[in-house]
């Protein structure tokens, strides 16, 4: 007997490559059989394949165009500002919204970017990096309920680094996290009984796959994923596990702005923040000392501290992934023509170029960082440059950045404003991915496989509850559904 209609599994930088290993080792028999008795198949995601915004584009069926946000961070270079974005940013409406206009119910729990946390005809839990410990749910009772009864939290408070002593509490906090996610996702399902439940689990990728890859920390945590998986799959007359990318192995980083300011594309100079650094106050050793003395986490929650933080380099150079903020105190614009984020986001400085200017530049950039190698390994850190045009459309063209560079498999674009050399070796191992993964299945025998797009899911569920699908969502609806 089913108790629900659809559950959405969101699993973070899943992909099969990564996965398909522990399935033939019959290590996640639930995952498995959902495969196997389903429709599967690889998911495309947006392009820079990120979780923000690729999440969004699920959720709507919308690409970054239409939703004005492109990255983790969207630049202003006219205006000189970074916004890191938030929920209150996306006003497309999403899945769950749609759901609930026509009167079905919904559950969100762990989705990135839904901090806050809207108003639902159901509950939702927000998830992904940013939220803090109050405010993160709505109704407001079940934040209250969810602390007393499971001491929750929405995001693990990791050691200030992951060097040798503190990998295992690393570790154990974002496998539990994982766990703690589903079962309240599980327990709230059975207080509010509602017809649409979505999960995601973000700690398996940020920072599990990104740290180890497919090492024995992400092999447990996609284990405790299947458990779960086993116990809810059952109470859903269909059942969908998808991910917003996927994860590729990789070896070494690419600091985009070395080589921008190396080819003449950008000056930087000394922030104020870097000559504090060469004295010791770097990102890394303030948030050790605040860690020793308790004050690291009650900290992390004041808005003002994060966004300095973002101005501060780590003992590295490095102004962590998000670095707008420090792009702003470190270039001198008068000379700076193009300067990039990590990931892939490039815009171009453009005052008062004529547009033949602009075109030639735009030919020139993506003709050279194509062709661009690294001498030490022979290979390309980056794969492809696309032009806005070719991967956007909406209203919000033209805030997009100019050029998006995808990586190439084993390389990571990591940004590097404030480093001196175009290549080092990658903290992580697990990098970004386009092609992620899908399932679907409804009860019906099948095994088939049908590639898909991340736009493609939100009008196939609509069309599960026959729910009329809005002209303007850009994906379609996959031919598994009657």
């Known amino acids: ?78 205006e000189q500002t970074s916004t890191i974005p938030t929920a209150n940013d996306f006003t497309e409406p999403e899945l769950w919204d749609l759901l609930n206009e026509n009167g079905i119910s919904t559950g969100v729990v762990g989705m990135p970017l839904t901090y806050p946390p809207k108003s639902l005809d159901g509950f939702m839990v927000a998830g992904g990096p940013g939220v803090p410990d109050t405010g993160f749910a709505q109704p407001r009772s079940v934040e209250d309920e969810l602390r007393e009864k499971f001491d929750y939290t929405p995001r693990p408070t990791y050691p200030s680094s992951v060097e040798e002593g503190s990998t295992e509490v690393f570790v154990e906090e974002s496998i539990e996290q994982i766990d703690q996610d589903f079962t309240i996702a599980e327990y709230l399902f059975d207080a509010y009984e509602v017809d649409f439940l979505q999960i995601c689990s973000f700690e398996i990728n940020g920072p599990l796959q990104h740290l180890f890859y497919d090492g024995e920390p992400t092999r447990r945590a996609w284990q405790v994923i299947d ?47 870097e000559r504090l650094a060469s004295y010791g106050l770097t990102r890394d050793n303030i948030r050790g000392a605040l860690e020793r003395v308790g004050l690291r986490r009650p900290l992390s929650n004041i808005q003002f501290l994060r966004s300095l933080a973002q101005h501060i380099p780590d003992s590295t150079g490095q102004f962590g992934e998000t670095e707008g903020k420090a792009i702003f105190d470190k270039i001198e614009w008068d000379s700076t023509k193009v300067v990039g984020l990590a990931q892939g986001p490039i815009y171009i400085h453009d005052t008062e170029m004529d547009a033949g200017t602009y075109e030639e530049l735009r030919a020139e950039l993506i003709r050279e960082l194509e062709t661009l190698e690294d001498d030490e390994t022979g290979q390309h850190p980056i794969q492809s440059v696309f032009s806005r045009e070719e991967i956007y459309s909406g209203p919000y063209l033209e805030d997009a950045p100019d050029l998006v560079a995808l990586d190439t498999p084993r390389y990571h674009n990591k940004g590097g404003i404030g480093k001196q050399t175009l290549f080092g070796e990658s903290e992580w191992r697990g990098n970004n991915a386009r092609q992620g993964l899908y399932i679907l299945n409804d009860g019906a025998e099948c095994g088939t496989r049908i590639d898909a797009e991340i736009y493609d899911l939100a009008p196939t569920i609509l069309e599960l509850f026959d729910v009329s699908i809005p002209e303007e969502m850009d994906g379609e609806v996959l031919d598994v559904v009657d």
């Not at 779960?228 to 007359?237: K, M, P, T």
């Not at 003449?264 to 923040?273: A, C, I, N, P, W």
């Open 227 to 273: 458990k779960h998986v086993g116990s809810l799959a059952d109470r859903f007359e269909t059942v969908v596990i998808h991910s917003d990318h996927g994860t590729s192995e990789m070896d070494k980083q690419f600091y985009i702005n070395s080589w921008l300011d190396q080819e003449g594309f950008l000056t930087r100079k000394q922030s104020h923040f």
């Open 1 to 78: 007997m089913t108790d629900g209609d659809v559950l959405a599994i969101a699993i973070d930088g899943a992909c099969w490559p990564l996965v398909n290993q522990w399935i033939d080792d019959g290590e996640l028999p639930n995952i498995a059989r959902l495969r196997e008795e389903g429709t599967w198949g690889n998911l495309e995601s947006c392009v820079p394949p990120v979780t923000c915004p690729a999440w969004k584009c699920y959720s709507t069926g919308k690409n970054p165009g239409k939703l004005g946000v492109f990255w983790w961070e969207n630049l202003d270079l006219h």
